[in-house]
Each structure stands twice: as structure tokens, then as C-alpha cells.
């Protein structure tokens, strides 16, 4: 539960304009993929899992972006 929701989006914003290396960014996901598997969620069970709602949003994206393109 978040109990500063100001201090978060704070943190959110000042993040966001910081440009991140490739080490920097490395360093962030492993970091966050170890929290994962500290707190049981990481690896999933089954790869394929969502896979299907995957594949919708690419679709989506990927017609935006040829309309876009269009106009």
C-alpha cells in the first residue's frame, strides 16, 4: 500500500525525465526481476500465460501506428 502518494508520483516524475543508460537500466530491471522471485511471482508458471491479451494490444498498436503512418 502506497503511503505517500504525493512522494510517489514525485518520484515518478523526477524518474521519468532521467535519462537512463543501458548498465543503469540493466541494473533496474535485474534488480526488480530479483524482487519477483524474492516475493514468489517471478518466473511464471506458464510462459504462455496472457500470451493471448499480448498479442491483442500488439495488434492494436500496430494498427495505430499504420494509421498514423497514413495520415
Known sequence: MIKD??????FENNFRR???????SLKIFESMWKEGVRLGVLPP???LEGIE??????????????KSWLE
Open 5 to 10: 502518494p504525493q512522494a510517489l508520483k514525485e
Open 45 to 47: 508458471k506458464d510462459e
Open 18 to 24: 532521467e535519462k537512463l543508460s543501458y548498465d543503469k
Open 53 to 66: 491479451v499480448d498479442i491483442k494490444v500488439a495488434a492494436v498498436l500496430n494498427s495505430c501506428l499504420k
